[in-house]
């Protein structure tokens, strides 16, 4: 069971930056992958970023250079800092935790989505 309360989408222009931020409560795994993922209309969701409990990173190619994923352990937080923001960009921007069980069980959690603009 987790719960997770995003924050920090808005609107911005080209070039902007935004940071988003994601806090999850319940039971966060030692073995856990945290992310963000988006989905723009008419479009499927798709992964942005994630961070491994051991820090390891991924990357969409389209963001790679202008995001940055991090997490904060000690309050099951994670952050994406978004800068050089393409109307691209433009989507509804989720946070994921998956618990590991197991090397190959697991359990996902998202949250509601935080909507990301970029527009002049």
């Known amino acids: 069971q987790v719960q997770l309360v995003e924050s920090g989408g808005g609107l911005v222009q080209p070039g902007g930056s935004l940071r988003l931020s994601c806090a999850a409560s319940g039971s966060i795994f030692s073995d856990n992958t945290m992310g963000w993922y988006r989905q723009a209309p008419g479009k499927q969701r798709e992964l942005v970023a994630t961070i491994t409990s051991g820090e390891s990173t991924n990357y969409a190619d389209s963001v790679k250079g202008r995001f940055t994923i991090s997490r904060a352990n000690a309050k099951n937080a994670v952050y994406l800092q978004m800068n050089s923001l393409k109307p691209e960009d433009t989507a509804v921007y989720y946070c994921?935790?998956?618990?590991?069980?197991?090397?190959?069980?697991?359990?996902?959690?998202w949250g509601q989505g935080t909507q990301v603009t970029v527009s002049s």
């Open positions: 994921n935790v998956r618990n590991r069980a197991s090397t190959w069980r697991f359990q996902d959690y």
